[in-house]
Every structure is written in C-alpha cells, then in structure tokens.
C-alpha cells in the first residue's frame, strides 16, 4: 500500500509536469490522477482546492531548488578566483535550468504568484536562495554591496533563461552573455 506522503509526492511531481507541459490551465484532478496514478478521490482528500494544490507544488520546487542552490553557495563560499569560476557556477545553474516541462512549471508557478498573493511567498522563498547564491558568488570575486547587486544580476539570469526557454536557444549563450557583462564591470 502506498503511504499517503509518497501519494502526495506523486501527486505534486504530476502538477508540476502538467504545468510543464500545458500551463495551470491543464492541471485538473482527472488529469493529475492519470498522470499520478492515483485516485480521483485521493486528490481531493490530499488537497482540498486547486489553490492548496498549486501552492504545495511551488513550496516543493521551491524547497528542492532552495536545497541546490544553498548547496552551490556553500559550495563557493570559499571563493571564485576568477571570473572562469564564475562562469562555473553560472554554467551549473544553467545545466540545472535545462529547458523541459520540469524548467518551464516553475515559470508558470511564478506568474501565477503575481496573480495570487498565497504564492507569492513561496516565490520569495525561493529567490532568496537564488540571491544568496549570487551574492556569496559575486561577494567571493570581489563585487561591493553583492547583497544589493544579486537581485539585479538573479533577475537578468531568469530573464536570459525565460528567453532561452521561450525560443529554444543554447543554454550557453545565457553564459557567453553574462561573461561579457561580467568583462565589462570588472574593467
């Protein structure tokens, strides 16, 4: 028998594919329970609305994404030398925003926190990891007030990665982009 934990996992790992693949727009319980393997009847007792739904799939990408990038900043926190280490980490969060259906959910999750209030501090949550990343990064190679920098330079990163995902473009000219920037400033 499955234990309800590992039910709720799968039913929360399905949202997030169907996001991935179709928008919230997709996600409906016969659906979930398809894709889940699941029971319809199972859903509703898990999670009592749609909003309670979305809101446990953010908080569990949120919290697998949270994890990562805190293990990458631990990770740095000794230090980039240089600016090719730099180019490292950012070529690691790049590999780890590849573009699928499981990259693409989360978009869909954050517009959807600018439409609904009782997401947004899931979002918050997980930029934070996103900007303590930056800023150990950015602090390690030198960059004054990296605290105040790092959401400037997360936001750029997410809007090169949406554009790459929306047009289908390498990865690695989000690298080449921001190594050239990084060029420039540390002139």
């Known amino acids: 028998m499955t234990k309800p934990v590992e039910t709720r996992q799968r039913i929360v790992g399905a949202v ?8 919230v727009a ?9 894709e889940a393997g ?19 799939s953010m908080l569990h990408f949120v919290a ?8 990458l900043a631990r990770q740095n926190q ?3 030398d240089d600016l090719e280490q730099v180019v490292e980490v950012v070529c690691q969060v790049g590999r ?13 999750l954050y517009l959807n926190a600018g439409r609904d209030p009782e997401l947004r501090a899931a979002a918050a949550e997980c930029f934070a990891a996103y900007d303590k990343l930056a800023s150990t990064v950015l602090a390690s190679i030198g960059v004054e007030d ?14 090169l ?12 000219d989000l690298v080449d982009g921001l190594m050239a920037i990084a060029k420039a400033l540390t002139r």
């Open 16 to 23: 997030l594919r169907i996001i991935g693949e179709d928008g």
């Open 26 to 34: 997709g996600v409906t319980n016969r659906r979930i329970a398809q």
């Open 38 to 56: 699941v029971s319809l009847g199972s859903i509703t007792y898990h999670f009592a609305t749609q909003q309670d739904l979305l809101r446990e």
């Open 64 to 71: 697998d994404e949270t994890r990562r990038f805190a293990e």
């Open 78 to 80: 000794a230090g980039c």
């Open 96 to 108: 780890a925003t590849r573009a699928d259906a499981d990259r693409i959910a989360p978009y869909e």
């Open 146 to 159: 990296a605290d105040q920098v790092a959401g400037a330079v997360v936001a750029m990163v997410m809007g």
């Open 161 to 172: 990665k949406l554009r790459a995902l929306s047009t289908g473009s390498d990865p690695e």
